[in-house]
């Protein structure tokens, strides 16, 4: 059984930075990539970053531009999104998830467990 605990979300203002934070466990953490997605209302999840299994590859949603940074620490089984200059469309539900291998495309297939999602409201 795995679960994934997000924490770090809130509300801001444009222009603010929040950092949200995936404990892991239950699994062999440090073998698989992590992803984030987001899900804002009336719209369907999409991918927002990916870390592989030791952190050497990153990528990231176009819509990202620069502004955020996936970040793993495999010795506290915890991966981070450190989100800067956000704008009000970034308002939306933001999941952790595991990947299935040890790194994944964009694609919600490429995942298997998720997390329960931590809310994140930007306001103009």
């Known amino acids: 059984q795995v679960q994934l605990v997000e924490s770090g979300g809130g509300q801001v203002q444009a222009g603010d930075s929040l950092r949200l934070s995936c404990a892991a466990s239950g699994r062999a953490f440090s073998r698989y990539a992590m992803g984030w997605f987001r899900q804002a209302p009336g719209k369907e999840r999409e991918f927002v970053a990916q870390i592989s299994w030791d952190g050497g590859n990153t990528y990231y949603a176009d819509f990202v531009e620069g502004r955020f940074t996936v970040s793993r620490d495999n010795a506290k089984n915890t991966v981070d999104l450190q989100m800067n200059s956000l704008k009000p469309e970034d308002t939306a539900v933001y999941y952790c998830?595991?990947?299935?291998?040890?790194?994944?495309?964009?694609?919600?297939?490429?995942?298997?467990?998720w997390g329960q999602g931590t809310q994140v409201t930007v306001s103009s």
């Open positions: 998830t595991t990947g299935r291998f040890g790194w994944a495309a964009s694609s919600s297939s490429d995942y298997t467990y």
